[in-house]
């Protein structure tokens, strides 16, 4: 079940308004202790046909939503749309978003998704559920009446509540303003197709494409404005810009009796920027207006998508572990029939399997597996802790697992969430092991295992396999030659030796075209030490 | 908790259109290739269906950073079941379980396989038409000597008198007459009791007898005013003109069948045929097909027999250009069809008819139809070839061309047909 498809941003719809109703939603939605008791059983489960129907989906819906508060769940509101396999592809090669504007990498998914699809190469998710306000989960009009139940537990309730409460997802993406925006988006790039031509508009998003990975800002957060703010900003942004920019390559000759040497010594920015696309924005001298937006559009998107990037384990292992305490809640309390309870676990046992390394199947972690299997092991330390996980976890050990577990999720992203939280127990589970390879040896060597020399190191290695900034490479804006011919010097900062990949020169030919001149790539070792120049590319022809 | 179940299904799909749109022009030299290669492969009588288009995976990469193979990396892997800290293995090729990890390089899709996906019939037959255009038909179209039908459009005040609606302007005429003297006919009515009343007791030469003939006579005189057909009454059957552009065309396929013509030649003439008649089907709602072959004598066939019967003998194409025109005077008047004509031969000919033929052609038939288009498909010149290459000058619409392997046909078809002033 490859439901990982869910765009961006949290509620907010002005500065102000969101706050006292946020509080407010806190309160009433606090977390139990233990879950609430339940209602009355019911006199005979649901009905389980495979066809499902409208009325059948609000009754397991409302027997979902029930469940769910009594565990405490604090979601958006849900809003359920049935859709149908030839929409779903459409979803899929938006990236989930409902709307989005028009390029043709969007086309070449599409179509790569449609061909696997309709050859039976891979089956489409059964969901996709955005974080919107409020929340919209797609339901296949395929599915059977006990996969949607699936769906609803896993979407509606679990991925749900993690968009609302979980740090990222709160700090990072306004769910509220997420649909207006990329529908400006979408009108401001089919108007700059018709002014400037579609081929000018997709060359220039093809270089925003190449750079969105660079387009993020990893640690400050960006100011929250609504779509009508965006709109008014944009052309005083656009006159104040171009004039930003003619300041800096002013040619006026410098006064005499300033100290020349010392400004050229002087590197420009200051600092090194991490993000390019931003650098690019604000400063390349000869971009037209509607370029440095649409550069702005991909580089706000790149951002809305960032959180997600980190939290895949998290995200999934919380709905996949609500979609199986909820299902097996109800059915303990009567109202499931043994066919739906079979069905889905069906399912979630294909989700949640991860062969193991050197399998014909092993392609990594499976984030499901993982996720779920952290959660549940939390839940296990809370309630049965044994005498380890109270020398590892004296916090939670013991505690009770409502709390314990929202506080996981509310507060970490996978890299520190597995820093935290893998056990020992797990580790022995799961026959983890780290494998450190060294090219330049012949082989590679096991550094460690589940056991007692290896639970740290373990834990550790498996955290900052989920660091991002460890998973792509360290790439920052790190002069601009004012004085010569305006050329763009990028650093890379080599982590663990590590090289980049066989597309650097057609990247930076992207970025070449973004900034109007040439641009080098440098490459540092870890110690920011001995820069060597890698590519360099001419300035793009005019 | 509130919620809303919205049913999505019958709203937009194909969403994505507008992208694939762009993905296949961006693409679309490579596509365009692939399709020539399909219609070369293809049995002509599938020719109209989807296609699969392969084109190279590098061609369509986005490029990112991303991290190499080579330096230094750690990574957990689930599942161990026999090593221990300090093991040393080797390193197993395509970097699975080294390298970024497994899933890196599955995710990007590294893979130099191609990328393939599958166009659809219509946009295979979109771009394998891309250019083409019929001859002379943007001319038809601009200059547009549309042709009108009458429609019936109800009646009107006005119009000729043969148009004159007899039956409406009647029953109108007898509404008006009646409307405007049932009241003075009933006054009249009780004027004439109250006189008869009056004459039955006196002599008739009271005052009051000779005010009622008065009244009387002034009724009937305004009751004999009201006209028995007033022009307000005509109606006229009224037709419009509605502009019906033609949309039927036929299509004579001409062969020569004689024993000189084997099979292959014959293959080569099918494909002919079937590329025009694709070609017309996508300008015209309706399309005749007639199929005549000939050897010393012409006959008009039905399809099967027309690709498949063999024949011996001499050949005399006369017979089929004269059978031609017969036909199209006795049943496609060249005003309400569009008639275009494919012939085909070896142009191997009794040396007396070729002269004919050209007389034929220009005199008769060429002044006919909408567009004449003749294939050889052997190389060498023979007699007829001469003699028509003579009339191309002369008729714009007139179209001659050799083919001698099966590959050659669709540039010979884009040839024929290409759209004019588009450079080939």
């Known amino acids: ?542 | 908790m509130a919620l809303h179940i919205i049913d999505r299904r019958l709203s937009g799909k194909n969403k994505s259109v507008g992208n694939r749109e762009r993905f296949v022009r961006r693409y679309k030299q490579q596509i365009a290739q692939a399709v020539q290669r399909a219609v070369g492969k293809r049995d002509i009588r599938h020719i109209e269906q989807a296609e699969t288009i392969t084109i190279p995976r590098k061609d369509i990469r986005e490029p990112l950073f991303r991290h190499g193979q080579g330096g230094v990396s750690d990574t957990v892997h689930p599942g161990n079941s026999e090593h221990v800290r300090g093991d040393r293995i080797a390193r197993p090729q395509g970097g699975a379980g080294g390298g970024g990890g497994g899933s890196q390089a599955s995710d990007s899709g590294e893979g130099e396989d191609d990328f393939t996906f599958t166009l659809s019939k219509e946009e295979f037959m979109e771009l394998f038409f891309e250019d083409l255009a019929l001859p002379r038909l943007l001319r038809t179209h601009i200059a547009s000597t549309p042709q009108y039908r009458l429609r019936r459009a109800g009646y009107s005040h006005d119009g000729t008198p043969q148009n004159l609606a007899l039956l409406r302007t009647m029953g109108g005429a007898l509404g008006r007459r009646i409307a405007l003297t049932k009241a003075p006919q009933r006054e009249l009515k009780a004027l004439q009791a109250q006189l008869d009343a009056l004459l039955a007791q006196d002599d008739g030469t009271s005052e009051s007898l000779a005010e009622l003939q008065q009244r009387i006579a002034a009724l009937q005189a305004r009751i004999a005013k009201v006209a028995f057909l007033d022009p307000i009454d005509l109606r006229f059957r009224s037709r419009a003109r509605v502009p019906e552009p033609s949309t039927r065309a036929v299509m004579f396929c001409l062969m020569d069948v004689s024993g000189s013509m084997d099979q292959s030649r014959k293959e080569l003439a099918k494909r002919f045929f079937i590329l025009l008649y694709l070609f017309l089907t996508r300008h015209y709602e309706k399309i005749d097909i007639v199929f005549i072959r000939h050897h010393t004598q012409a006959a008009e066939v039905g399809e099967d027999e027309f690709f498949h019967s063999q024949e011996t003998g001499g050949t005399m194409v006369s017979s089929a250009l004269v059978l031609l025109e017969q036909i199209i005077r006795a049943r496609y008047p060249a005003g309400d069809w569009n008639i275009y004509v494919a012939q085909a031969s070896d142009g191997d000919n009794f040396t007396d008819d070729n002269a004919n033929c050209r007389n034929l052609l220009a005199e008769k038939i060429l002044p006919l139809v909408r567009h004449y288009a003749y294939v050889q498909v052997v190389q060498e010149e023979q007699g007829l070839w001469r003699e028509y290459t003579q009339l191309a000058p002369q008729f714009a619409h007139f179209a001659l061309r050799k083919v001698a392997v099966a590959g050659d046909i669709y540039p010979v078809f884009r040839d024929l047909f290409r759209k004019e002033g588009v450079a080939v």
């Open chain 1, 1 to 542: 079940m490859n439901l990982s498809q869910y765009p961006v941003l949290a509620p907010r719809a002005g500065g102000q308004a969101w706050r006292p109703s946020w509080a407010a939603e806190r309160q009433q939605g606090a977390v139990p202790l233990a879950p609430r008791p339940a209602g009355q059983r019911p006199a005979q489960p649901l009905p389980d046909p495979s066809d499902w129907t409208f009325e059948l989906i609000e009754r397991y819906h409302a027997a979902i939503a029930a469940t769910a508060a009594r565990f405490g769940l604090d979601t958006y509101p849900n809003q359920l749309e049935v859709i149908s396999a030839e929409q779903m592809m459409d979803a899929y090669s938006s990236g989930g978003m409902p709307v989005g504007y028009r390029h043709w990498s969007y086309g070449k998914d599409f179509l790569a998704t449609e061909r696997r699809y309709r050859r039976g190469h891979m089956g489409l998710a059964y969901e996709i559920v955005i974080n919107s306000n409020p929340c919209i989960s797609y339901l296949m009009e395929e599915n059977s009446t006990a996969m949607q139940a699936l769906v609803i537990a896993h979407a509606a309730y679990g991925h749900n509540s993690f968009f609302k409460n979980n740090y990222l997802f709160g700090m990072w993406t306004d769910a509220g303003s997420i649909i207006d925006y990329l529908v400006y988006a979408r009108d401001f790039v089919a108007q700059c197709e018709e002014r400037h031509g579609v081929e000018n508009v997709e060359q220039w998003l093809d270089s925003c494409h190449a750079l969105s990975n660079l387009g993020v800002d990893r640690y400050r957060r960006p100011s929250k404005k609504n779509l009508a703010r965006e709109r008014a900003e944009r052309e005083q942004r656009e006159a104040y810009a171009q004039q930003q920019v003619n300041e800096l390559w002013r040619t006026l000759p410098t006064r005499p009796g300033k100290d020349n040497a010392a400004q050229e010594s002087e590197r420009f920015p200051r600092e090194p920027e991490e993000n390019l696309l931003y650098f690019v924005e604000k400063n390349a001298p000869l971009m037209e207006p509607w370029q440095r937006e649409i550069v702005r559009i991909v580089r706000k998107i790149a951002q809305y998508f960032y959180p997600q990037r980190q939290t895949q384990v998290m995200n999934e292992g919380w709905a996949t572990f609500w979609h199986y305490t909820l299902l097996n809640t109800m059915y303990d309390e009567g109202w499931l029939t043994d066919g739906v309870m079979i069905e889905w676990l069906s399912s979630h046992t294909n989700v949640i399997h991860q062969p193991p390394a050197g399998h014909r199947a092993y392609s990594g972690i499976n984030p499901y597996a993982l996720g779920f299997a952290m959660y549940r092991d939390i839940q296990r330390i809370c309630q049965e802790p044994t005498e380890e996980d109270r020398r590892w976890f004296p916090d939670i050990a013991g505690t009770p697992w409502l709390p314990a577990l929202h506080h996981a999720m509310q507060n970490f992203k996978d890299e520190s969430f597995v820093g935290q939280y893998l056990s020992p127990q797990l580790m022995r589970d799961m026959r983890l092991f780290a494998i450190h390879d060294d090219t330049r040896q012949s082989e590679l060597v096991v550094s460690a295992i589940h056991n007692d020399e290896g639970y740290r190191t373990l834990r550790q290695t498996l955290s900052q396999q989920y660091d991002l900034g460890a998973r792509e490479p360290n790439i920052q804006v790190w002069n601009v030659n004012l004085r010569g011919d305006r050329g763009l010097t990028l650093r890379h900062t080599r982590h663990q030796g590590r090289p980049l990949n066989d597309d650097v020169q057609e990247v930076l030919r992207h970025a070449a075209r973004l900034w109007g001149f040439g641009v080098q790539l440098e490459s540092v070792n870890a110690d920011g030490e001995a820069p060597v120049v890698l590519h360099s590319v001419p300035p793009p022809p005019p």
